[in-house]
């Protein structure tokens, strides 16, 4: 079973930056398309970002677009997710998750411990 290990969390202000990343366990990270997903406090999780195992493919929620980036280094198991100007309501817990397929329409079906991110006003 893949292992996924996000990091990169914080505290941060309003209008900041933070990066986060997942490590992929496995031998066939290339194979499958990667996402980000966060769960607000009373909220259902929702889905950040996507990208295809070729790079290719993009996916983003509107109320990140043009802020927050997904790409992904194959060589290095991992996968980003470049957030900018931070907005208060970005406060989530973020989850890496890994699809059962090339596609950034999922489903996705592992998923890593999340990280917090917390934006101050």
């Known amino acids: 079973q893949v292992q996924l290990v996000e990091s990169g969390g914080g505290l941060v202000q309003a209008g900041d930056s933070l990066r986060l990343s997942c490590v992929a366990s496995g031998r066939t990270f290339s194979s499958y398309a990667m996402g980000w997903f966060r769960q607000a406090p009373g909220k259902e999780r929702e889905s950040v970002a996507a990208?295809?195992?070729?790079?290719?493919?993009?996916l983003y929620a509107d109320s990140v677009k043009g802020r927050f980036t997904i790409s992904r280094d194959n060589a290095k198991n991992t996968v980003y997710l470049q957030m900018n100007s931070l907005k208060p309501e970005d406060t989530a817990i973020y989850y890496c998750a890994r699809s059962s397929s090339t596609s950034v329409r999922g489903p996705f079906n592992s998923w890593g411990q999340g990280t917090p991110v917390t934006v101050s006003s």
């Open positions: 990208l295809s195992a070729s790079g290719d493919g993009l």
